[in-house]
Nanobody, 122 residues
């Protein structure tokens, strides 16, 4: 099976930037589509971004509004989420996930990381 570990979260002021990383181990990384989800306190987990195995096709949630970029480095078995122009409403635990195909739904993904906290102050 695949193990996923997120890192890079922290505290940032509104308008600032963070780069999240998700390192994979276990089974090979390259056959999997990867995604980022987030969950704020008291809210459902929601889709953020996904990327195909090749890295050539990406999909973002509407609230991203061009501010985030998902990318992957298969040689390093790592997927990234570059977040710019952060807003207080972006505050959440961010999770990475791996699955056979790209999807915006939670049930499509087989493996999940433990999450990394992102806090954006106003």
């Amino acid at each position: 099976q695949v193990q996923l570990v997120e890192s890079g979260g922290g505290l940032v002021r509104a308008g600032g930037s963070l780069r999240l990383s998700c390192a994979a181990s276990g089974r090979t990384f390259s056959p999997f589509a990867m995604a980022w989800f987030r969950q704020a306190p008291g809210k459902e987990r929601e889709f953020v971004a996904t990327i195909r195995r090749s890295g050539g096709s990406t999909t973002y949630a509407n609230f991203v509004e061009g501010r985030f970029t998902i990318s992957r480095d298969n040689a390093k078995n790592t997927v990234y989420l570059e977040m710019n122009s952060l807003k207080p409403e972006d505050t959440a635990v961010y999770y990475c996930a791996a699955g056979p195909v790209t999807s915006t739904t939670i049930r499509a993904y087989d493996y999940w990381g433990q999450g990394t906290q992102v806090t954006v102050s106003s």
